[in-house]
């Protein structure tokens, strides 16, 4: 692209320059405007996706502060990514315990121990050690 074309156009092309990427990373790292910032990170998201290859060189290169300034215009997003990985975790966590204490107490059933039930449903120590003895993982 022309030397007079905006920086956020250059990214646009498929085949943009590292030195146009780190331009307008520079530019948009200091905007302080949240629709700036959405922009700006709409354009990257558009620039990475066709010079994927171009990114990861400069990602990847020594002396670069790109990887720091690009997290800073995408912390929103990464920060939005970071609590959806969390919320998943938990959810995974708490399906994954209910099934380990379903069986447990299908298990003590099955056994005649609803004393142990009980104090598995109070005692998580105790519940612990239950998953042990019975082999329930």
Do not use: W
Not at 38 to 43: E, Q, S
Not at 68 to 75: D, F, G, H, V
Not at 129 to 136: G, K
Request: negative net charge.
């Amino acid at each position: 692209m022309p030397d007079g074309t905006h920086p956020s156009l250059k990214l646009l092309s498929r085949k943009v320059k590292k030195t146009d990427i780190e331009a307008f990373i520079r530019i948009a790292d200091h905007f302080a405007d949240t629709g700036d910032q959405l922009r700006a990170d709409a354009v990257l998201e558009v620039s990475t996706t066709a010079n994927e290859m171009t990114y990861n060189e400069l990602y990847e290169e020594e002396g670069t502060n790109m990887s720091e300034a690009l997290m800073r215009i995408m912390k929103k997003d990464i920060d939005m990514m970071v609590a959806e990985g969390h919320a998943e975790g938990r959810a995974e966590g708490r399906a994954e315990g209910a099934n380990l204490l379903g069986a447990l107490i299908s298990k003590l059933i099955k056994l005649g121990r609803n004393q142990d039930i009980e104090r598995a449903a109070t005692d998580s120590e105790y519940c612990q050690q239950l998953y042990r003895e019975l082999d329930i993982a």
